[in-house]
Nanobody, 126 residues
Framework: QVRLVESGGGLVQAGGSLRVSCEAS????????MGWFRQAPGKDREFVAA????????DYAASVRGRFTISRDGAKNTLSLQMNSLKPEDTAVYYC???????????????????WGQGTQVTVSS
């Protein structure tokens, strides 16, 4: 079981930047892929970005590609999401998640992830 704790959410104006982080514990940090998902009120949880176990491969949703950057720091057991050029439609609760099986594939659906953080609110004002 991987324990995940997000931080860094907040309120930002459209066009601004924000960085959210996720501290992991419970299993060796290199033993799982990781991802960011988000969920807006009344909507399903959607994929944002994923990174493989060693940081060598990433994937992004089309809606955030070129604006968001996912990264992981093995020395700090931390996953990060740098969000630039934020839009009001980026407003959501952001969740980090760990994928502990089939590590050769980066997954984009929530059902493939085993552990989840509690979420952090990101609000972008227009």
């Amino acid at each position: 079981q991987v324990r995940l704790v997000e931080s860094g959410g907040g309120l930002v104006q459209a066009g601004g930047s924000l960085r959210v982080s996720c501290e992991a514990s419970g299993r060796p940090f290199h033993s799982y892929n990781m991802g960011w998902f988000r969920q807006a009120p009344g909507k399903d949880r959607e994929f944002v970005a994923a990174i493989n176990w060693n940081g060598g491969n990433t994937d992004y949703a089309a809606s955030v590609r070129g604006r968001f950057t996912i990264s992981r720091d093995g020395a700090k057991n931390t996953l990060s999401l740098q969000m630039n050029s934020l839009k009001p439609e980026d407003t959501a609760v952001y969740y980090c998640a760990a994928q502990t099986r089939s590590l050769m594939f980066l997954r984009t659906t929530p059902s493939h992830y085993d552990s989840w953080g509690q979420g952090t609110q990101v609000t972008v004002s227009s």
